[in-house]
C-alpha cells in the first residue's frame, strides 16, 4: 500500500489565498486589512472653490450695481467668466461632482435674475419683458433638471441630452465652445442694457417734479442751474433720484455697439429656453404616460 507523503514545510492557505497557522487559523501579516480612506471633502473641491468665488464677486457686484456701473460690470463680468474655469478644473482634477453641477447652475440663475430684476427698475416700460425672462430661464432650467433626475438613468447629468430627443439641445449641451459662447453673449447683452441705463438721458422725466420757481433750470447733471438732488426728491434712495444719479455717467457708443453684437445670441439663447422647457414637459409627460399604462396593466391582472 502506498502511503502519500505530504510536505509539511509547505504553508498551509486557505481557499482565498490566506495564509493559515497549524490550527488553521489566519495569523501575522496575511490578515491584511484595508486602511480606511479619508473622506473626501466636496466642499473643497477646486471647481467648487472657484464656484464660493463666483458667488462673494457677484454679490459685490449687486453692491455696486446701484449707482457703480464701471466697478459692477467688472465684478459681475469677472464672475461669469469663471464659470468656465470651474468646468476646467472639473475635468483636469477628476472632480466632477453633482454638488457642483447644481452650485454651477444655482449661481448662474441667481445672477442672471438679480441683473434683470434691477433692468427692470431701470427700464419700468419693459419691465414685464425682463420679468417674463426672469420666469423662462428659471422655469426652463428648473424642469429640465427635474426631467433628467426622475426619467434619466441614474446619475446622469442634466447636460447629457440624447440627440434622438433634441439635436440642438444636444449640441448646445455637448459642445463646450457652443455653451460658453451662448451663455457669455447672453450676459453681455444684458450688461449693455446695464450701462445703457446710465449713459443714456433721464428714462423717465415724468418722475422729476419741477417747481414753479424753476423756470430756466435744468434737472440735466452738469447744468449751473441744477438743483440738488435733496431739494427735488423726497428721499436720495427713491426710484426717481437714483435715476438722476445714473443719468448721462457713460457714453452710449460702446454699450449700444454690444447690445447690438449680442442681441442675436440673447435672442437664441431664449429660443433654447423654451424647446428646454417643452422637451422636458414632453419627457415627463411620456414617463406620467407610461406610468398611468403600468399600472393598468397590474390593475386588471388583479382582478
Not at 495569523?27 to 486602511?35: A, F, M, N, V, Y
Not at 466642499?43 to 457677484?58: H, K, Q, T
Not at 447636460?159 to 459642445?175: F, G, Q
Not at 434737472?219 to 426728491?233: C, D, E, I, R, T
Amino acid at each position: 500500500m502506498e502511503v502519500e507523503i505530504t510536505d509539511q514545510s509547505a504553508p498551509l492557505t486557505s481557499a482565498d489565498g490566506t495564509l493559515l497557522d497549524a490550527n488553521g487559523s489566519a495569523h501575522g501579516p496575511s490578515r491584511r486589512k484595508e486602511s480606511a480612506k479619508p473622506t473626501e471633502n466636496i466642499f473643497l473641491f477646486y471647481p467648487n472653490l472657484v464656484g464660493y468665488s463666483r458667488i462673494i464677486l457677484a454679490v459685490a457686484s449687486l453692491h455696486y450695481m446701484p449707482l457703480h456701473p464701471r466697478t459692477c460690470s467688472l465684478l459681475y463680468s469677472i464672475s461669469c467668466l469663471l464659470d468656465a474655469l470651474d468646468g476646467v478644473l472639473a475635468r483636469r482634477f477628476d472632480q466632477c461632482t453633482r454638488f457642483g453641477a447644481v452650485l454651477d447652475m444655482v449661481t448662474d440663475r441667481c445672477t442672471t435674475a438679480c441683473l434683470l430684476v434691477f433692468l427692470s427698475s431701470a427700464w419700468p416700460r419693459w419691465a414685464l419683458l425682463f420679468q417674463g425672462l426672469i420666469s423662462l430661464d428659471l422655469a426652463s432650467h428648473y424642469m429640465h433638471m427635474y426631467a433628467t433626475l426622475a426619467m434619466g438613468n441614474a446619475g446622469q447629468s442634466h447636460k447629457k441630452v440624447d440627440e434622438s430627443r433634441s439635436r440642438i439641445l444636444n449640441l448646445y449641451y455637448s459642445n463646450n465652445k457652443v455653451l460658453f459662447l451662448f451663455c457669455a453673449l447672453n450676459e453681455l447683452f444684458f450688461i449693455a442694457l446695464y450701462l445703457l441705463s446710465f449713459s443714456s438721458p433721464i428714462l423717465s422725466p415724468a418722475l422729476l417734479q419741477q417747481g414753479s420757481d424753476s423756470k430756466g433750470s435744468s434737472v440735466q447733471p452738469g447744468n449751473p442751474a441744477h438743483p440738488v438732488p435733496s431739494m427735488l426728491f423726497a428721499s436720495p434712495y427713491s426710484a426717481a433720484a437714483l435715476e438722476l444719479a445714473r443719468a448721462n455717467k457713460l457714453d452710449s457708443f460702446w454699450p449700444w455697439v454690444i447690445a447690438g453684437v449680442s442681441f442675436p445670441v440673447m435672442a437664441g439663447k431664449q429660443l433654447i429656453n423654451v424647446l428646454q422647457l417643452v422637451k422636458a414637459a414632453r419627457w415627463l409627460a411620456e414617463g406620467d404616460a407610461e406610468a398611468r399604462r403600468v399600472r393598468a396593466v397590474s390593475m386588471r391582472k388583479g382582478l
